[in-house]
């Protein structure tokens, strides 16, 4: 994995610890920031970080705190790596019920804490949800992530269920859903409805989607499916 212009931010009150893992850490390729407590941490955009390393014993605010603030108040969940001269099994527990990613005590090697840093970033890594980007079929946009279908340029109102149908028909381009199939998957078991609720909202779609309503077919006494633009 490339770790370069992966951020961390460093928040000790050591300012020659900073120094030193900064200049570590740029070597390796991350883009470093500092902070020298928890309240100048606190001013800074932390959602855009990958990583915190956070020195405990700070004042006024430890960074048992600020965790315990991110947390449970701003609802952050940046990994972090507590940095401590304090090893007890207190404190390690402590750290861990406050949502640390790891914990490593001072004085530590570079090489272990960077090997421990780049496994906490990979495993923070958010797949990409393909079911999120948006698929195409010539000028029709189905965007996922925003339940709207998109039509040269323009959105277009659907009902959720309109949406549905539609965006079931797009993922799945020439094959054939029948009423009864659009009925199982669309609508849930505990609704009461029938193969004609399913003619009444394709009607409706093809309405909605102009001259590209042509491209949502029937196959007479079978049921549905849409052709690639």
């Known amino acids: 994995m490339d770790f370069r212009g992966k951020k ?33 941490a606190l001013k800074k955009p932390l959602n855009e970080f990958d990583l915190l390393l956070l020195d405990v014993m700070m004042g006024p605010m430890s960074g048992f705190k600020m965790a315990d603030k991110l947390r449970k108040e701003l609802n952050d969940n940046v990994p972090i790596i507590f940095l401590t001269a304090k090893d007890t099994e207190n404190d390690l527990l402590t ?14 090697s570079i090489n272990e804490l960077t090997a421990r840093i780049k496994a906490v970033v990979k495993r923070g890594q958010k797949p990409v949800k393909s079911e999120n980007k948006i698929i195409h079929s010539g000028n029709i946009g189905l965007d996922p992530g925003r339940k709207r279908l998109v039509i040269e340029g323009e959105p277009i109102d659907l009902t959720k269920k309109e949406f549905e149908i539609i965006s079931l028909l797009i993922r799945n381009p020439g094959k054939l859903f029948s009423r009864e199939e659009i009925l199982e998957i669309i ?36 049921g549905y499916y849409f052709e690639t633009i």
């Not at 779609?205 to 007479?220: D, F, Q, V, W």
């Open 187 to 222: 609508w849930t078991r505990d609704v009461v409805v029938t193969n004609r609720t399913v003619d009444v909202n394709i009607a409706r779609i093809r309405a909605k989607l102009g001259k590209y309503g042509e491209n949502l077919k029937n196959k007479t006494g079978y």
């Open 95 to 108: 750290g861990f019920s406050l949502g640390a990613d790891d914990y490593i005590s001072k004085p530590f």
């Open 8 to 40: 961390i931010l460093i928040v000790d009150d050591e300012e020659d610890l900073c120094e030193i893992l900064q200049y570590n850490l740029n070597n390796e390729g991350f883009v470093t920031d500092v902070a020298h407590s928890a309240e100048e």
